[in-house]
């Protein structure tokens, strides 16, 4: 293509040579699309291709759910085959001892808690299935009363005594108890009911409620006595039921064995009519003062040499705090424990331990009575 110039019109034309623009043809937008749809159906496979005249057709929720249900049933019939759901046999079985010393020590001597028969450890181990219960034997065994009744100064000691048996619990709570737990203490008082068999159905809930309870330090007075009455109600509550006494527990009642009329301790516990032990609670303060209601609220001259007994046991708590006591004379009380936090697992282990050698005691002390 040639192109003239001109600047001006004295001077001459200057020719200028350019190359030609390769400008390129813009496709029709309707074009393109069809040519699309041509190469993608070109492409497509007969199976894939739609077959005019014919409708898919989807499942209904009726056929579905019938469906389900069919191999639902299917698999029921395959795991029935397998005995699934069928608790199978242990071979560890729990050891129980029997025997005694003078010093309220257990002897070498025990028997195999088989829960079919009376078998001893020269016979055979038995198996027993997973649902068999031992509880009453075991519970007579662990509240067992002591065989002397133990002096106001070796209570400190006396109340921390490991259990006569294991109390089974379950795994993963004892995982949760082992890195806290002093491992003597643990491996002596509690065994694991997944090994052992289920041979306490009440007294290993009622254990462990007390152990992993949440709220402790939460709420009024009356919410206190509740998280602590899971320690309560699940040892001495446990004893009530399977100990041939007479026990009676009760909160804010009158007494008339130890009590002042018109008197009455936060918690009470009887046995054959006699006051055993008792608490004073609050929900926050001194617990050496709040300890003194246990004095203040008795009937002169009921315990000691001259008195029903020659000490009571109690306890007084400031929120998550617990602190036990021996009344032996009037207005004399002797600490028999340190302050036990409820908050910390391994006082809830001290308290449940505390809690079951209180019974001992008191049962013990019950039977020199009746002499």
Not at 118 to 126: H, S
Not at 262 to 267: A, F, I, L, S
Request: proline share 7%; charged share 25%.
């Amino acid at each position: 293509m040639t192109k003239l110039l001109t600047e001006s019109a004295d001077k001459a034309p200057i020719t200028v040579r350019t190359k030609p623009s390769r400008k390129k043809q813009a496709v029709p937008a309707k074009s393109y699309r069809r040519s699309v749809r041509l190469v993608t159906k070109a492409h497509q496979t007969p199976e894939a291709a739609p077959q005019p005249g014919r409708k898919s057709v989807k499942p209904t929720t009726t056929d579905i759910t019938k469906d389900f249900y069919n191999r639902l049933e299917d698999i029921s019939k395959q795991l029935s085959l397998l005995t699934v759901g069928q608790s199978p046999p242990t071979s560890l079985p729990i050891t129980i001892p029997t025997g005694k010393s003078s010093k309220d020590k257990v002897a070498e001597e025990a028997v195999t808690a088989s829960f079919d028969s009376g078998k001893t450890l020269l016979d055979e181990p038995p198996l027993y299935p997973i649902s068999d219960s031992r509880e009453k034997d075991i519970c007579r065994l662990i509240f067992a009363p002591t065989s002397i009744v133990p002096k106001p100064k070796d209570l400190r000691a006396r109340l921390r005594d490991n259990l006569s048996a294991p109390i089974p619990i379950h795994h993963f709570i004892y995982n949760l108890l082992k890195p806290v737990v002093d491992a003597d203490i643990l491996e002596t008082n509690f065994c694991i009911a997944e090994e052992v068999g289920n041979i306490c159905p009440t007294l290993t809930p009622c254990v462990e409620r007390a152990l992993m309870i949440n709220n402790v330090n939460v709420g009024t007075e009356s919410m206190q006595q509740h998280v602590l009455d899971a320690f309560l109600m699940g040892i001495i509550g446990t004893a009530q039921d399977h100990l041939a006494t007479n026990i009676k527990i009760d909160r804010n009642a009158t007494e008339s064995s130890m009590t002042r009329q018109q008197c009455r301790p936060d918690y009470l516990l009887t046995m054959n009519g006699q006051l055993v032990f008792k608490g004073e609670e609050k929900k926050g303060g001194d617990i050496r003062h709040i300890a003194q209601e246990l004095t203040d609220k008795m009937i002169p001259g009921s315990v000691g040499k001259t008195g029903n007994l020659d000490y009571l046991l109690g306890y007084a708590t400031s929120g998550s705090r617990v602190l036990f006591e021996c009344i032996y004379n009037d207005h004399a009380m002797l600490e028999c424990s340190n302050i036990i936090d409820l908050i910390k697992l391994p006082d809830r282990v001290t308290m449940v331990i505390m809690l079951v050698n209180v019974v001992r005691i008191a049962h013990a002390q019950m039977l020199a009575k009746e002499k």
